[in-house]
C-alpha cells in the first residue's frame, strides 16, 4: 500500500515531509486515486518532466476536453478562467514565448539589480516601522507589506491598495489547491472579477497617461506589429501579482522559521560565516513555497521513470519531495544554511521556469541582511500557524519578537 496522501488531514499539511519521504523511498513514480495525478516524487524525474515538451500546462492547443478525457471547467467560476485564460502559467508556444518576450525585460539581470536599493529602503523602512512593538507577525508586518510594495512598483501601480490586492491574490489561489471547496471557488472568481475590473482601470490610467512600470510597457508594446489585448495584459499582471508576492512571502515565513529552528545557522549568518544570498537557496529548497506542479500528457510515447503514461493523463510533480531526495542533496532532512545547492527544483523548470527566480532571489537576500542587521537577536515567540493547503504551502501567521540590537 501506499503511503497515505490526505490532502485533508491536517496532520499531512502542517508537516508533509514524513509521508512524501515514504512515497519517495516506495516509488519513483504513484497515482493517487483520490487527485487521478501520477505523483512523481524523485529529484531527477522532477527535473526530466519539467523538460519534457510532450508534457503541458494546457492541452486545448492539441485536443478538445472531450477528447483528453478532462473535466469541464466549471462555468460558476468563470471570472477566475477568464483571468487565466492567458496566464503565462497557463499557455504553451507561441502564444507562451511571445508573452514572455515582452515581460523578460523587466527580470533582466541589470533590470533587477536596479531594484536592489529600493528594496533595502522599503525593508529599512518597514522594520523601523515595528521596531519598538514586543512581538510582530513576521508576514503580515514585514514580509507581505515587503513583496507586495516591491512588485506593484515594478508594475507601475504602486499606489494601489496593497491590502484588497493581497486579499484577491489569497482568495484566487485557492483554485491551484485539489480540494478546493465551492465557497472557496466563488471567493476565487468573485476576487478574480474585482481584480479584473481593477486592473483595466489601471491599464486605461496608463493608456490616458504614460508613466513608467511594466503595465506602461505592456500596453504600448507591439508584438509583430500588434498589440497586446486588454485581456492579455490583465492576466499577465495578475500572474506577475500573485506568483510575485505569494512564493516570496512563503519562503520568508518557512525559511525564517527553519533558521530559528536551527538556530546555529541564524547564528552563523548574524556573525557573517555565511553569506545571505546562499542562506536564500537552502530556503527554497528546504520548505518548498510551491508543494506541486501539474502538467498534462500530450503523447503517447511518455515514460516517467519507467511508467507508461497515456495521452490525457496528468501528473503532478512533487517539488517539496523531490528537494527532499536524498540521491540529490546529501542529509536533505536538515537545514544547512551553507549548503548552495542551486540545482534545487524551487523555481520550476523548462517552459515555465520562473520568469521572476532574479527578482525572488534578491528580494529574499535583501529582507534576510536587512533582519539580521535590525535584529539579529530575532526568535519565534510561539508555534507558526500553517494555511490549510498543500500546493500553495506556507504559513498564515509567524509570530516573532524582534529584540533589536
Known sequence: ???????????????????LNAMRERAPVIHDEN???????????????????????????????????????????????????????????PDHTRLRRLVSKAFTVRAVEA???????????????IADRDEIDLLADFAQPYSIGIITSLLGIADADHGQLLDWSHQMVKMYELDTSDAQAQAAADAAAAFDAFVRTVIEAHRTRP??????????????????????????????????????????????????????????????????????????????PLQLFERWVLSDDVTVAGTQLAFGDKIGMLF???NRDPRAFDDPDTFRADRNATHHIGFGGGT????????ARLELDVALAALIDCCPDLELTADPVRQDAFTIHGYESVPMALRPA
Open 1 to 19: 500500500m501506499a503511503p497515505a496522501f490526505d490532502l485533508t488531514d491536517r496532520r499531512f499539511i502542517q508537516d508533509p515531509y514524513p509521508v
Open 35 to 93: 487527485s487521478n495525478l501520477w505523483l512523481v516524487t524523485r529529484h531527477e524525474d522532477v527535473r526530466a518532466c519539467l523538460r519534457d515538451r510532450r508534457l503541458g500546462r494546457v492541452y486545448d492547443h492539441l485536443a478538445t476536453t472531450e477528447e483528453i478525457g478532462a473535466r469541464p471547467q466549471d462555468p460558476r467560476w468563470a471570472p477566475f478562467w477568464q483571468v487565466e485564460r492567458y496566464s503565462l502559467l497557463e499557455l504553451e508556444p
Open 115 to 129: 531594484m536592489r536599493a529600493p528594496a533595502e529602503e522599503l525593508a529599512r523602512q518597514l522594520l523601523h516601522e
Open 211 to 288: 508613466r513608467g512600470g511594466l503595465v506602461g510597457e505592456l500596453v504600448h508594446a507591439e508584438v509583430d506589429g500588434e498589440r497586446l489585448t486588454d485581456e492579455e495584459i490583465v492576466s499577465t499582471v495578475i500572474v506577475l501579482l500573485n506568483a510575485g508576492h505569494e512564493a516570496t512571502v512563503n519562503t520568508m515565513g518557512n525559511g525564517i522559521v527553519g533558521l530559528m529552528k536551527s538556530r546555529a545557522n541564524w547564528e552563523r549568518l548574524v556573525d557573517g560565516s555565511i553569506a545571505t544570498s546562499v542562506a536564500v537557496e537552502e530556503m527554497i529548497r528546504w520548505d518548498a
Open 320 to 322: 517539496g519531495s523531490a
Open 352 to 359: 515555465h521556469h520562473c520568469l521572476g527566480a532574479p527578482l
